[in-house]
T-cell receptor, first 115, second 115 residues
Framework: AQSVTQLDSQVPVFEEAPVELRCNYS??????LFWYVQYPNQGLQLLLK??????LVKGINGFEAEFNKSQTSFHLRKPSVHISDTAEYFCAVKAGGTSYGKLTFGQGTILTVHP | GAGVSQTPSNKVTEKGKYVELRCDPISGHTALYWYRQSLGQGPEFLIY????????DSGLPNDRFFAVRPEGSVSTLKIQRTERGDSAVYLC?????????????FGPGTRLTVL
């Protein structure tokens, strides 16, 4: 079984500042890792994913994340945020190496970008 | 093209009533997933289908919950004898096929309120 912990429920930040949203996971098997974003009144949208290869993954809207196997982390970063990045962000894992499709999500982090 | 659609967008019902929630996946997507998102929580897996069959229903909380996908496309989540604790946003997602590298595309959800 897998579990995901997002360490911050809310992150306020000023526009153009850098941001890091933290995610730690627990699993007895190898995993694939994902970040999703949910804008108000919209469905979940995939930001980026780590399946294998380079541990630094780049996604849409200037976001990136780094997979750290020893620390079981997959933190999301952006060097300069915009007002439009205000949303809720979810980290998720899926068991790797199989065709099993279930995603396990963290509790979410609400990012609020202030002008 | 059209994304995943869910109807109704909002459903208010009384305790003890029966409800049906519908999901129309992206055309050609063979895998379909249901998740439930309670207030302040991340989505929790309920069930997924590969074609017409439920490949894993281990997330269904009890036997009041049932889902079908009779023709391998549209799916209906059915909840009998609703309880106040069933109030949540029910999310549907689809992917091209069951697998590790197939992105799940989410619908906007159905917000269920049980009075």
């Amino acid at each position: 079984a897998q579990s995901v912990t997002q360490l911050d429920s809310q992150v306020p930040v000023f526009e153009e500042a850098p941001v890091e949203l933290r995610c730690n996971y627990s699993s007895s098997v190898s995993v694939y890792l994902f970040w999703y974003v949910q804008y108000p009144n919209q469905g979940l949208q995939l930001l980026l994913k780590y399946l294998s290869g380079s541990t630094l993954v780049k996604g849409i809207n200037g976001f990136e994340a780094e997979f750290n196997k020893s620390q079981t982390s997959f933190h999301l970063r952006k060097p300069s945020v915009h007002i439009s990045d205000t949303a809720e962000y979810f980290c998720a894992v899926k068991a790797g190496g199989t065709s099993y499709g279930k995603l396990t999500f963290g509790q979410g982090t609400i990012l609020t970008v202030h002008p | 093209g059209a994304g995943v659609s869910q109807t109704p967008s909002n459903k208010v019902t009384e305790k003890g009533k029966y409800v049906e929630l519908r999901c129309d996946p992206i055309s050609g997507h063979t895998a379909l997933y249901w998740y439930r998102q309670s207030l302040g929580q991340g989505p929790e897996f309920l069930i997924y289908f590969q074609g017409t069959g439920a490949a894993d229903d281990s997330g269904l909380p009890n036997d009041r919950f049932f889902a079908v996908r009779p023709e391998g496309s549209v799916s209906t989540l059915k909840i009998q004898r609703t309880e106040r604790g069933d109030s949540a946003v029910y999310l549907c997602a689809s992917s091209r096929q069951l697998g590790t590298d197939n992105e799940q595309f989410f619908g906007p959800g159905t917000r269920l309120t049980v009075l």
